[in-house]
């Protein structure tokens, strides 16, 4: 049988940037689709919708699939102020903290990192090497961010990256995980308009249409969210096209 590397992303919008518009099948609640990766192994993407929960049961559905590898690839919330919407971070290792003191930590496969900071920076693309945090909550506000960064000196914030590291480490098979910042440490999102996804990351144009009504003066924040949303996809689907290009997935399935 041949190895695959599993792949999981939060929401569809990513998917499509990275792997174009394609059939998901409907498994398990959960979709999934297999993409080639040139002459490298295939690759099992699976589309989690937002979370830790629904991360960790992604990520364990790919595990049973037979995946030899697990990746966490999207977006995330800038935490290090040196980092502008569009940065690619490449972990290091990603970080979760439950409740006021325990800390869990899981390492990224090294060899991998490090052929993706080579890659990218050969290429000329804007990133860290560093550690990304996963919280159960959004993360939304400037000093809120500014309160993580200075406890943990992650670069990013997502509400996934752990879970499927965690998987992966459960698992004994490599992990990988990459993000691009949508909104930088110094942006708040106001939470109506977080409140207006569903899930799946979907908007709820209903849900858009009565906050501004509210408040109009959001309008403002919605178009610039926008603009940093698709520099930010845009700069994770080059990043990703360089990487399978140079072979990453088939260096993270041969990593062990």
Do not use: Y
Request: aromatic share 4%; charged share 20%; with cysteine.
């Amino acid at each position: 049988m041949q190895t695959k590397v599993g792949i999981v992303i939060a929401l569809a919008s990513e998917a499509d940037a990275l792997f174009g518009r394609g059939a998901w099948q409907q498994g398990k609640a959960r979709r999934v689709r297999i993409q080639r990766s040139g002459s490298g192994p295939p690759l099992m993407v699976t589309c989690a919708g937002v979370g830790l929960e629904n991360a960790q049961i992604a990520a364990d559905r790919l595990v049973s699939e037979g995946v030899s590898a697990l990746a966490s690839i999207g977006l995330a919330g800038g935490l290090s102020p040196e980092l502008k919407a569009g940065h690619i971070v490449v972990a290091s290792d990603v970080l979760i903290i439950e409740g006021d003191e325990s800390r869990w930590s899981w390492k990224a496969e090294k060899a991998v990192a490090e052929l993706a900071n080579a890659v990218l920076r050969s290429d000329g693309i804007d990133f860290r090497n560093g550690t990304i945090l996963t919280t159960q909550q959004a993360i939304l506000t400037r000093d809120h961010k500014a309160s993580l960064f200075k406890q943990t000196r992650a670069l990013a914030v997502d509400m996934e990256s752990a879970a499927v590291a965690r998987v992966a480490d459960r698992a004994d098979i490599p992990f990988f995980g990459m993000r691009a910042v949508c909104d930088p440490a110094s942006v708040s999102v106001p939470g109506e308009l977080f409140n207006c996804l569903d899930q799946n990351g979907n908007i709820r144009i209903s849900g858009v249409l009565r906050v501004l009504a509210r408040r109009p003066t959001l309008l403002g924040d919605i178009l610039r969210l926008g603009r940093t949303f698709s520099i930010a996809r845009a700069k994770l689907q080059r990043a990703w096209q360089v990487l399978v290009k140079k072979g990453l997935p088939h260096e993270l399935i041969n990593a062990r």
